[in-house]
């Protein structure tokens, strides 16, 4: 009989325990459920309570530019369509609400809600990413320009850009040399009149040229009136500035020319958005920083293609040892850029690096693009 009575207390124990386990589980499953389900709700809630906005983009490029054509139209689509409709973006181009040179402050201090712009119209304010614009560094092409561009601001988060929210990024280069003669070495580029914007000045009068600072839209008609022989750009603007037409020779190389655009958002207006809204918005800017990447590279090698085909321009490639000569005339040009930012209270060498670093990974990656 006692045996018995031990055998129905331990089985009646048995379930106690049982019973106790499945308890506390359901209760921590529930629990949790519960959470998700706040934490669902509340994010449905304030996309469902939030107010369509429609937000105000300013670019200093005319609409005949790639990113107005092409770009623009798709990024806009695409923040619309994964927003559910609830952010739309008017856009104001060829500087109708802010004047290239004034995009950065504007966004920043709210005049408009979203900027474009590029950055070397920056040298105070980016110094950070103006160091990419440095004559003897190599871009083999705008993607590479781009990625660099890109996880340059990931890794450094630079001071500079932490007032507005940037979208994304991207670069154009190489630039080439379009010339009335031909330049096949430094000696020939030696006193000639080239046209010339922002650090590309100082990378031309390094190589020995005599650098005339001029707006791109300046550029067909100094070049057909002989003002000056020669212009540095990137080859896009061959056909889309007609520059073919008064251009006789280009020639190559990936040390001289790199621009960096940028697209950036008012910061206050960016934290006034869903963080459900502010993910789909990233989502989109991910894939639209891609398209840039290989749009630009596309355009600047179909505007070179152009200008042999429509109008007879000459190739000059440097040769190996020419190119070596070029890279060690421009070195110093980075070593005092480290100066330069180190006197701005940065770490010039470890930004001088990383870009060095960068370039050769991206190079590699994407150099034959």
């Known amino acids: 009989m006692k045996k018995n009575y031990f055998v129905l207390m331990f089985i009646s124990l048995m379930c106690a325990i049982v019973v106790v386990g499945c308890g506390g589980q359901t209760n921590e499953s529930a629990s949790t459920t519960d959470e998700e389900d706040a934490t669902s709700n509340e994010n449905n809630e304030a996309v469902e309570t939030m107010e369509p906005v429609t937000l105000t983009l ?71 990413l103006n160091a990419m614009y440095l004559g003897g560094i190599k871009y083999e092409s705008s993607a590479v320009s781009s990625y660099v561009a890109r996880d340059l601001v990931a890794e450094l988060q630079p001071e500079e850009l932490q007032d507005t929210e940037l979208m994304f990024i991207y670069g154009i280069s190489p630039g080439v040399l379009m010339t009335t003669e ?70 190559h190389s990936n040390l001289m020319y790199n621009t960096v655009h940028f697209v950036t ?39 070179l293609q152009y200008a042999i085909d429509e109008h007879g321009v ?24 480290v100066e330069e930012l180190n006197n701005a209270g940065l770490n010039g060498q470890e930004i001088m690096d990383k870009i060095a670093e960068l370039s050769e990974k991206y190079n590699a990656e994407f150099g034959d693009n």
Do not use: C
């Open 58 to 128: 300013a670019d200093f490029a005319p609409a005949t530019h790639p990113i107005q054509a092409k770009l623009f139209p798709e990024w806009i689509k695409a923040i619309e369509e994964a927003t559910d409709g609830l952010v739309t973006i008017e856009l104001y181009p060829g500087g109708s609400l802010l004047g290239s040179g004034d995009v950065y402050s504007g966004v920043a201090d709210g005049i408009a809600d979203i900027g474009h712009d590029v950055s070397g119209l920056y040298p105070g304010r980016l110094p950070v």
């Open 182 to 251: 031909p330049i096949e070495s430094l000696e020939d580029l030696r006193g000639k009149q080239i046209r010339a914007s922002g650090t590309n000045v100082a990378t031309l009068e390094k190589l020995g040229a005599t650098p005339v600072a001029m707006p791109v839209t300046e550029t067909y008609e100094a070049l057909s009136r002989g003002v000056v022989d020669g212009s540095l750009l990137p080859a896009d603007t061959l056909q889309s500035f007609n520059l073919a037409e008064v251009t006789n020779y280009v020639t």
């Open 265 to 303: 958002m008012n910061k206050d207006k960016w934290n006034s958005l869903p963080t459900h809204i502010q993910e789909a918005i990233r989502e989109v800017n991910e894939e639209t920083f891609k398209d840039a990447a290989q749009l630009f590279t596309e355009v600047v090698d179909s505007g």
């Open 314 to 337: 000459e190739e000059i490639h440097l040769s190996e040892e020419e190119t070596k000569r070029w890279e060690e005339t421009l070195l110093p040009l980075i070593e005092s850029h």
